[in-house]
């Protein structure tokens, strides 16, 4: 599968941004879906993930409540809603596909990446 994440930008502390990523190859609703982040110089961070058909989702605690994950299986996309932005959420934001309907929260249970969309906070 490839993926491509968009909807990154330049934005104030206390706005709202939504990312996408589109998904192309096999069925989408075959695999669980993530997002992960990472600022510079530190490590990539979990931040929300979803099952392949379900909506069981999952997130980082402390974004719990301003960041929603969805997707929509009909038009092969995985969103992320971002509320209510902060400085500390400026980084890279991947989006990633598992190889199963299943979601995790280690990057490294995920098999595909798209290539990330920035997102910069100013506060």
């Known amino acids: 599968v490839q993926l491509q994440a968009s909807g990154g930008g330049f934005v104030q502390a206390g706005d709202s941004l939504r990312l996408s990523c589109t998904a192309s190859?096999?069925?989408?609703?075959?695999?669980?879906m993530g997002w992960f982040r990472q600022a510079p110089g530190k490590v990539r961070q979990f931040v929300a993930a979803?099952?392949?058909?379900?909506?069981?989702?999952s997130y980082e605690v402390s974004l719990r409540g301003r960041f929603t994950i969805s997707r929509d299986n009909a038009k092969n996309i995985l969103y992320l809603q971002m509320n209510d932005l902060e400085p500390s959420d400026t980084a890279v934001y991947y989006c990633?596909?598992?190889?199963?309907?299943?979601?995790?929260?280690?990057?490294?249970?995920?098999?595909?990446w798209g290539q990330g969309t920035l997102v910069t906070v100013s506060s």
């Open positions: 190859g096999r069925t989408f609703s075959g695999y669980g």
């Open positions: 990633a596909a598992s190889g199963d309907t299943s979601y995790y929260t280690r990057p490294a249970a995920y098999n595909y």
């Open positions: 979803v099952g392949g058909s379900t909506d069981v989702t």
